[in-house]
């Protein structure tokens, strides 16, 4: 194991050639302090993916300004002092985004219970017309007009056909839309649940 005073001079040593375009002076200070100010980061910001955008971000900052840095004893403290102010900067524009989001959703009409009942609506609608349409003719007819909102002796008088033999085909009609729906009304439910 290397002493603090070893560490600062090899740190020393990869700076300069960072300073002169070395990738693998950089990758080496990477390698060196990645883990370490992963972890500082981690402890601060409690989410993995910011911490590794502060780290991207810290190293993204050291490779481009890598000319213009004049660090003459503590890397290690650098690095730390620059992830200090990135968690910060990061923070900062997290509880700005925050407070801007918030804004927003103040500023529109809660969620549209209107819209979100057509749809609804609209869907199950949609899934009738299409298990009706698999029915057989008769039956399709008397469907349709039971959903155009005539009753049973109406659909008799205009069909020409016995009120026994319409509540036949409602019945049956009823019951094959039944087995059709009950698939679509499974998976209605769960998207509702999931959704809502």
């Known amino acids: 194991m290397t002493s603090p005073k070893e560490d600062t001079v090899e740190d020393l040593e990869l700076l300069e ?4 375009g070395d990738r693998a ?3 080496a200070i990477y390698g060196r302090y990645h883990a370490r100010l992963y972890t500082l ?3 601060y910001l409690k989410n993995r993916a910011d911490a590794e955008d502060a780290l991207q971000q810290l190293f993204v900052k050291l490779w481009t300004a890598r000319e213009a840095l004049f660090i003459t004893r503590n890397l290690a403290g650098y690095l730390y002092g620059m992830l200090k102010h990135q968690v910060l900067n990061q923070i900062r524009n997290n509880v700005n985004a925050l407070q801007h989001n918030y804004r927003i ?3 529109h009409p809660p969620y549209d219970d209107d819209l979100y009942t057509w749809a609804e609506r609209h869907h199950r ?3 009738l017309q299409q298990a009706i349409a698999t029915l057989p003719p008769q039956q399709k007819t008397v469907a349709t007009m039971r959903c155009e909102g005539y009753t049973n ?5 205009r069909l020409n056909l016995s009120i026994h033999t319409v509540n036949t085909h409602y019945r049956e009609c009823l019951k094959r839309l039944k087995e059709l729906l009950a698939g679509a009304a499974k998976l209605l439910i769960t998207l509702l649940i999931l959704f809502r």
């Open 17 to 20: 050639r960072l300073r002169k």
């Open 25 to 27: 002076a950089f990758e």
């Open 41 to 43: 980061a981690l402890r």
């Open 105 to 107: 959703v103040q500023k």
């Open 125 to 127: 609608s949609e899934l």
């Open 153 to 157: 002796q109406e659909i008799a008088a």
